[in-house]
Nanobody
Framework: QVQLVESGGGLVQAGGSLRLSCVAS????????MGWFRQAPGKAREFVAA????????AYADSAKGRFTISRDNALNTVYLQMNSLQPEDTAVYYC?????????????WGQGTQVTVSS
């Protein structure tokens, strides 16, 4: 019903920046929440950030606050994650998510993921 395609992952040195993008297609709705989860090797999948379609509310994990910024372009059905001051601990597969409505933490759809690797 909804397809999500991430891009922008790659290899970066500690202290560097990356900008992830995710485009939603298919049967999307005006009231929705898009965001990002990540999963590092040997760790559980964890919430990173999410934003409502109104763009007036966003949520961040404690590890992301002050370093990551989530934004979206409703006309393009695209969500972005600007990641600054990256650390090796940020190395993970980052998954784009989509939720009908305005709830942050229980996505309805998942993308395939994009790898982010931060070298020390």
């Amino acid at each position: 019903q909804v397809q999500l395609v991430e891009s922008g992952g790659g290899l970066v040195q500690a202290g560097g920046s990356l900008r992830l993008s995710c485009v939603a297609s298919g049967r999307t709705f005006s009231v929705s929440t898009m965001g990002w989860f990540r999963q590092a090797p040997g760790k559980a999948r964890e919430f990173v950030a999410a934003i409502r379609s109104s763009a007036l509310g966003a949520a961040y994990a404690d590890s992301a606050k002050g370093r990551f910024t989530i934004s979206r372009d409703n006309a393009l059905n695209t969500v972005y994650l600007q990641m600054n001051s990256l650390q090796p601990e940020d190395t993970a597969v980052y998954y784009c998510t989509y939720k009908f409505g305005s709830e942050y933490y229980e996505p309805d759809y998942w993308g395939q993921g994009t790898q982010v690797t931060v070298s020390s």
